[in-house]
């Protein structure tokens, strides 16, 4: 099963969102989705589809949390799982998510590892 498409694009808002230029501001005022690098990209949406097929149950259990987009506990699941894997104040942990899930899914995440972003001379932005 391949992960929904608000999983995938959350994650990958989260992370422009989340990550900062040289000079500290946040990709996502510069930058979206389409300014990722190709192989970067195919990275990450393939660490979106593992997670979510492994995870399924747990992100689409009873008493998920909604995002506030409309993009459902998929969106909230795609946001979460790249604040968690790469060590932000927020995540699978922080409350939102019913237990035993929320352990599951930080557990998950978390075995994954860091991710950064960082923009290259051309332009586009690399992990």
Request: contains cysteine; aromatic residues 12%.
């Amino acid at each position: 099963m391949a992960a929904p498409w608000n999983f995938v694009s959350s994650y990958l808002n989260t992370a422009l969102w989340s990550s900062t230029d040289d000079e500290g501001e946040p990709l996502d005022a510069r930058f979206d989705m389409s300014d990722i690098d190709p192989d970067t990209r195919a990275r990450m949406e393939a660490d979106c589809h593992a997670f979510y097929d492994a995870n399924a149950s747990a992100i689409n259990c009873l008493g998920a949390p909604e995002a506030g987009d409309g993009t459902g506990s998929d969106g909230m699941a795609g946001h979460d799982f790249w604040l968690t894997r790469c060590g932000h104040g927020a995540g699978f942990w922080d409350g939102d998510w019913p237990e035993p899930y929320a352990n599951k899914l930080d557990r998950a995440a978390r075995a994954l590892g860091n991710v950064d972003l960082y923009v290259g001379d051309d332009g586009r932005v690399y992990a």
